[in-house]
């Protein structure tokens, strides 16, 4: 069971930009499997992004891809989700996730990683998006 805390939250414009990290602690973080989901008030939780541990591919969803990137840094146990061009239809919650034996679901828009198998969740970090 690994421990996660994110960070980076906050209120930002339309249009601009903001980073979120979130440190991983416990044994064998790299072997995890550790993804970024965000949840918008009276919606489901819906992936943002999933990277593996070895070679640092990553997922990420229709709504995101193009705007976000996620990175990951084995030696600090952190990953890191940068955000561009904001939309207030990004505010949410931001979750970062971590599991082992994880699935993928795979539709004509987008690859994502399935939420139900990442049993270990941060506190969640909000952000706003508004002018």
């Known amino acids: 069971q690994l421990q996660l805390v994110e960070s980076g939250g906050g209120l930002v414009r339309p249009g601009g930009s903001l980073r979120l990290s979130c440190a991983a602690s416990?044994?064998?973080?790299?072997?995890?499997?550790l993804a970024w989901f965000r949840q918008a008030p009276g919606k489901e939780r819906e992936g943002v992004s999933c990277?593996?541990?070895?070679?640092?591919?990553?997922n990420y969803g229709a709504a995101v891809k193009g705007r976000f990137t996620t990175s990951r840094d084995n030696a600090k146990n952190i990953i890191y989700l940068q955000m561009n061009d904001l939309k207030p239809e990004d505010t949410a919650v931001y979750y970062c996730?971590?599991?082992?034996?994880?699935?993928?679901?795979?539709?004509?828009?987008?690859?994502?990683?399935?939420?139900?198998?990442?049993?270990?969740w941060g506190q969640g970090t909000q952000v706003t998006v508004s002018s």
């Open positions: 996730a971590a599991g082992r034996n994880v699935r993928q679901r795979i539709t004509n828009i987008e690859t994502m990683c399935i939420i139900d198998d990442f049993p270990d």
């Open positions: 416990g044994s064998g973080v790299q072997n995890y499997m």
């Open positions: 990277i593996d541990s070895a070679i640092h591919v990553v």
